[in-house]
């Protein structure tokens, strides 16, 4: 067991790229914690899609042995956290399980909008903060700038902020001193009853689920039972240890250590996020504050291409879902589309993460449907219900109103594009709460519907704004609004997939837009076939594909006209019998790109 003085626990924060993973290699380089050999670029990002992306998505944590310049030996814990607002629930969670942070910022591009929103859950979890400016030796690098630019924006002392190239390795000892001498040592009292907090679980197929755990109080050795305080479940642990980048076993873990444990637990459900552990016996009786389980703001609808894969999607599903705590799931079936599941994501990030991941790690081939967010339907009795799925809107006349989530966003750009942004979040209903600069960079916050957000609205913001721009959101509240549910019908028959809520005034524009490039993506068929826009009885646009027809009067050359006429109106009985009994086959892509709304 390590005593308190000699532990010092930190995680890394910043903005997407500003070099967190990188800070992390070098640091585990510079103490010897991974041989030269088996060094490799992001070391903590163990998924094929973290490497592949280059971000990382899971919060890791590594122990590091480091002999200070005085000699003594410390013993550091590290947490790379993720920079995408999509997870930000896994930064925040981090943050409590430690007592300081690194913040990276990038010294050629400044601070960002993601750097200030996890700066502000550092401040929350009252951290002790180290500025540390990254990628000096790049020519934009321009310090001196960048560290004025943390004091106006962050209010944190950075005239000291210490110079680094995570790249080449410059600076990393002074880092390290840093960590020793400025950050706080954890407290802790290593003969009171045992108060663990549960930081993470993921599931391992020959370990069963795996606890990242953060000791507070009391000792907790190998052979104990445990007992969850939210579940009262009881285990015998297995294994204890540390991850250096690979597990080790060790025998007990002391007061603020960081470790993991595994107990034969079977689910990932049985370990909740945020959970006191203590032991079964003599255990500690007050629970810590835990943390607030993560929201799913983003629905939409995964079908198998192929409706024969249903049960390996489901199987892919559950899997996925035993490592994702803030993924959740629900069986649907669609018209058009068959059996499929509901899902709940974080984001737009979190869902193509999934998707890919579901394609990739079991390869199924899927559909997606419109990303949508919850509404709250408030009913004329007086009940409210919640709407995750735009098809399941109850009949309007039992309808009082509607209610959507808004979000407070933050933008930062550069000032030559502002007169875009702003362009493009009034046309998105967005209300312009506050305007303020950071040297040559507008600060812009707006009170904007989600529904408007979760479509394109980060691909649009990065094309207007050349890709200068960064962006960051929080949930604010639900507020009424004028919003319907426009239904996409396709030979007379509602496509459920494409059903979509919108803002009354938009819904005409929208409305076009849609049947139009329906009218593109489907393929001719041997009958007419009319695309129309509606809501509720009432068509608000219309398109018609026409019919791919056999010249039929090819082989009549003079003669009367009535034998044309005859074989013409033969041809059109034909049509419209076709009409009446064909079925329209929507292509895979037809769908993907009618939800891709361009304004």
Request: hydrophobic letters at 40%; one cysteine or more; charged letters at 30%.
């Amino acid at each position: 067991m390590t005593e308190l003085s000699k532990i010092r626990n930190f995680s890394i924060v910043a903005h997407i790229d500003h070099g967190k993973s990188t800070l992390a290699d070098r640091l585990i380089q510079e103490t010897d914690t991974v041989a030269d050999r088996d060094m490799k670029e992001q070391m903590l990002d163990s998924m094929d899609i973290e490497r592949e992306r280059g971000i990382t998505i899971k919060a890791n944590t590594v122990r590091i042995d480091y002999t200070a310049e005085d000699g003594e030996d410390y013993v550091l814990n590290l947490i790379d956290t993720p920079g995408h607002v999509d997870f930000a629930y896994e930064v925040s969670r981090s943050m409590r399980a430690v007592e300081g942070s690194l913040l990276v910022v990038d010294s050629s591009q400044g601070v960002e909008a993601q750097t200030l929103a996890n700066v502000y859950h550092a401040m929350e979890a009252d951290h002790e903060i180290v500025p540390i400016l990254n990628k000096i030796d790049l020519p934009a690098s321009d310090c001196e700038r960048v560290a004025e630019q943390i004091e106006d924006v962050i209010g944190i002392e950075a005239t000291g902020a210490i110079q680094v190239s995570a790249k080449t390795g410059q600076g990393i000892r002074e880092t390290l001193e840093a960590i020793v001498n400025e950050l706080p040592a954890p407290k802790g009292d290593a003969d009171a009853p045992l108060k663990a907090m549960l930081v993470d679980s993921w599931y391992d197929a020959y370990l069963g689920v795996i606890v990242l755990i953060r000791i507070i109080d009391g000792k907790l050795k190998k052979g104990e039972r445990i007992r969850m305080m939210s579940t009262n479940a009881v285990y015998p642990v297995d294994r204890i240890g540390v991850f250096r980048p690979q597990m080790e076993s060790i025998d007990e873990l002391g007061p603020g250590e960081l470790g993991f444990l595994t107990a034969s637990i079977k689910q990932v459900r049985d370990t909740r996020v945020g959970d006191t552990i203590t032991h079964e016996k003599k255990g500690t009786t007050d629970i810590l504050p835990g943390f607030k389980p993560a929201q799913p703001v983003v629905f939409c609808g995964l079908f198998p291409v192929d409706t024969a894969e249903f049960e390996d999607l489901r199987d892919s599903i559950e899997k996925l879902a035993l490592n994702d705590a803030s993924f959740s799931y629900e069986m649907e079936t669609s018209a058009a589309l068959g059996f499929g599941f509901r899902c709940g994501f974080l984001g737009l990030l979190h869902l193509e993460v999934i998707r890919d991941r579901i394609e990739r790690e079991y390869d199924i081939d899927l559909i997606t449907t419109a990303p949508s967010v919850i509404y709250h339907v408030h009913m004329r009795d007086g009940t409210m219900i919640e709407l995750h799925n735009p098809a399941d809107m109850p009949d309007l006349t039992l309808v009082d109103h509607l209610e959507e989530p808004r979000i407070k966003a933050t933008i930062l750009v550069p000032d030559e594009y502002l007169g875009d942004v702003l362009k493009l979040c009034q046309d998105r209903r967005g209300i312009q709460e506050n305007l303020t600069y950071a040297g040559s960079r507008a600060m812009v916050v707006y009170d904007l519907p989600l529904n408007e957000v979760v479509f394109d609205f980060y691909d649009r913001l990065k094309s207007v704004t050349k890709g200068y721009a960064s962006f960051d959101y929080v949930m604010t509240e639900y507020r009424q609004d004028n919003l319907v549910k426009m239904s996409v019908l396709v030979n007379d028959e509602p496509v459920d997939a494409l059903s979509t809520m919108v803002h009354r005034d938009r819904a005409e524009m929208r409305g076009r837009a849609m049947v139009e490039k329906l009218k593109d993506l489907i393929p001719r068929h041997m009958f007419k076939i009319p695309i129309q826009a509606a809501i509720g009885g009432k068509v608000i646009a219309r398109e018609t594909l026409s019919a791919m027809r056999k010249d039929v009067t090819a082989k009549c050359y003079g003669g009367d006209a009535s034998r044309k006429r005859k074989l013409l109106d033969k041809q059109k009985k034909g049509k419209k019998k076709m009409r009446q009994f064909g079925r329209v086959d929507i292509p895979q892509e037809a769908f993907i790109n009618a939800l891709k709304m361009d304004d």
